[in-house]
């Protein structure tokens, strides 16, 4: 099978992207994989409980973070690449040195699965959520709570903070999406309502812009949100999601793309204003459960579950 294919409805300006290589460090599903805000790392973690740290010049193996006792989930880097935020299964979030790979810090609180973590902009500040239907903010330098904010009745499934540091987003399997101030932990708007025997949200982030958020459904579909009018102004389709928290991106280095994975092993790319699905990458043979965009590069990386195990990188070709 070609590691590549495209949609009928591809651009002739769309430059596609290929296969560039593969990564096969990790032993059990791949949860997720994130490019540091400086381009420089690579960062993947796994249910094998370990995190990783590739050079993305090289995309060789620097650092593994050992340190988690169950699989970890989601993971973040601080603004200046310094730190990495990780969320786990045995109910912390570790904070790590990605120079000298030492842990820092371990938050403790949750009572049960840290299932999703970020920074935010300014780096003292650490957002979690949980299993235990709870979004806790942390001061990052004492590793104490500062928030912890109710108002999901399910676990916590996406935290996302804007690009001022202002407002959090939250999506929970209780289907609701809620939009809190980082500052007073109150909600400040309910993007949507959650209700019983809704479809549950997979996943949540704000714009590059802070002007949108983009919220998937475990209905195959995902939105943009507009924070002017609170209503979905775009809708993206044709992957497959009705089972796991699946990470999209916004790609933002050559036009504008909305990036996700899907159940079908795939990774799908949209036209971000025309909607239309650009080109279908395959080569994984497990759900890709992860993509990541580079910040300054045309390359995505993406990570696939445990039938996979492997993160795959792919460029465009200049």
Not at 214 to 226: A, E, H, Q, R
Request: with cysteine; glycine share 10%; net charge neutral.
């Amino acid at each position: 099978m070609s590691s590549t294919t495209t949609t009928a409805t591809q651009s002739p300006l769309f430059n596609p992207y290929r296969h560039h290589s593969t990564l096969t460090h990790h032993t059990a599903a791949v949860s997720v994989a994130k490019f540091s805000p400086d381009g420089t790392l690579l960062a993947t973690a796994s249910l094998d409980r370990t995190l990783t740290l590739f050079s993305t010049q090289t995309l060789t193996l620097t650092l593994t973070l050992i340190g988690h006792t169950a699989g970890i989930s989601d993971l973040s880097f601080s603004s200046q690449s310094h730190y990495i935020a990780s969320a786990s299964d045995d109910r912390t979030a570790r904070i790590w040195d990605t120079v000298t790979g030492d842990c820092v810090k371990v938050l403790r609180g949750h009572g049960d699965y840290v299932f999703c973590v970020t920074f935010n902009p300014r780096g003292d500040r650490i957002v979690t959520g949980s299993f235990d239907e709870t979004v806790r903010v942390w001061d990052a330098v004492n590793g104490r709570v500062v928030h912890v904010i109710t108002g999901h009745v399910m676990p916590i499934t996406a935290v996302s903070v804007d690009r001022d540091g202002g407002r959090i987003v939250s999506g929970g399997r209780d289907g609701a999406c809620k939009v809190w101030g980082l500052g007073s932990g109150e909600c400040e708007r309910v993007l949507i309502e959650g209700r019983s025997g809704g479809v549950p949200v997979s996943f949540a982030k704000f714009s590059p812009n802070g002007k949108f958020i983009l919220v998937g459904t475990l209905d195959d579909t995902l939105k943009l949100w507009s924070l002017n009018n609170f209503k979905f102004v775009k809708v993206y389709q044709g992957h497959v999601n009705n089972v796991y928290c699946i990470m999209a991106a916004f790609s933002v280095t050559n036009g504008k793309y909305i990036v996700s994975g899907s159940e079908d092993h795939c990774i799908c790319l949209w036209d971000l204003q025309g909607r239309n699905m650009l080109q279908k990458l395959v080569g994984h043979t497990d759900t890709v459960i992860c993509v990541a965009c580079h910040p300054k590069r045309n390359m995505i990386a993406s990570a696939a579950l445990g039938n996979d195990r492997t993160v795959r990188i792919w460029v465009q070709d200049a």
